[in-house]
């Protein structure tokens, strides 16, 4: 084969090769769960990309997603936690909710007394719903991981009431009267979360301390020999949980 047709057989080879070459460019930030792909055809005439319009590729971080805490059931809190990443160091979260009968606090701190079992007389009181509300801003310090995902620290704003009304019996009518904490607590909350892009469920370990301030209508007596006091106080508060998450 002559010199010539060697050269023309090389051209028509790379030229095929070439023209049917491509190579792919995602965009740089993992926050989002769909990245653009970019398509860039290499012939001839010079590159031009093209958006890729395939299937959704995930990234290597977690952009949202939703928590319970099934442990504060036991304090009568029943919120939903919503977490949404800022950036890849930050991130915040939100909750919101209604409280009901906080158990815990009724049995260790008031003996039970206002609790029914089932057996004897009932006591006198019936309880309401609150509310509840908590707001944190999360910082994700890892050079290794993107929020949300492994240890951070997280100031917290939270408020929570509880109701219930105690009746006295005045020798004619059973006399309501209410009974309430509210509770208003700034905290810093240490903590260590599990989500993956990959999986769908996570889990979000935390302690966390701080003060709290009280706003409580408590009883002293009962009966005929019940005082109500009003308080209004600030005091230490620890804690320590854990919520399961599912990233959205």
Known sequence: MGLGNRLAVFLLFATNFLSSQTILHTTHDTAQKQQDVKVTVINPHGKQPITYSGHAM???SVQQGIKINFFNFARGEY???YEARLSDAFSVEAAGGVTYIDYMYELFNLGGNNLYFGQGPKPSVKFYS???GKLQFRWYPSRYETAITGAYLAPELSYK????DYFVYTGLISEPHRIERKW???KLQIGYQTADPYERTFWDWYVSIGMRHYDEIWMENSGYDAVFHHDKYWGPVVGGGVKIGFTL
């Open 58 to 60: 995930p990234s290597d």
């Open 161 to 164: 009431n509880y109701k219930m």
């Open 184 to 186: 208003t607590d700034l």
């Open 79 to 81: 919120a939903l936690y």
């Open 130 to 132: 609150g509310i509840t």
